[in-house]
């Protein structure tokens, strides 16, 4: 069975956050997460339908490790929640500054 690593929210750090979050398509990814309640599977995220499968496990994996979202396995899916309340605890208002300013 698959195990994801998600850091505590002790280990967040605006340093990774930034870094994850420099890229266009983890920003689309977070914006698609962003704007739905529950979870999202990789596929239902994908920035772009063409997109190919190691290049978006690759994006997750980076916002995973980031500190940004949660994965659960559920049956063959991987599906994706924002840690949103967990980052606002932290740095408040800035995940959604963020994606206001750079998401579009």
Excluded at 77 to 96: Q, Y
Aim: aromatic share 4%; charged share 25%.
């Amino acid at each position: 069975m698959v195990q994801f690593v998600h850091p505590a929210k002790e280990d967040i750090t605006l340093e990774g956050m930034l870094g994850a979050l420099a890229d266009p398509m983890r920003l689309r990814i977070m914006r698609s997460l962003m704007n739905v309640e529950g979870c999202l599977s990789c596929s239902e995220a994908a920035p772009c339908p063409n997109m190919a499968k190691s290049t978006l496990s690759h994006h997750f994996r980076v916002l995973r490790e980031a500190g940004l979202i949660r994965t659960a396995k559920l049956g063959v899916e991987n599906r994706n929640i924002v840690r949103a309340e967990e980052i606002n605890e932290k740095f408040p208002g800035l995940l959604e500054l963020i994606l206001d300013l750079y998401g579009h």
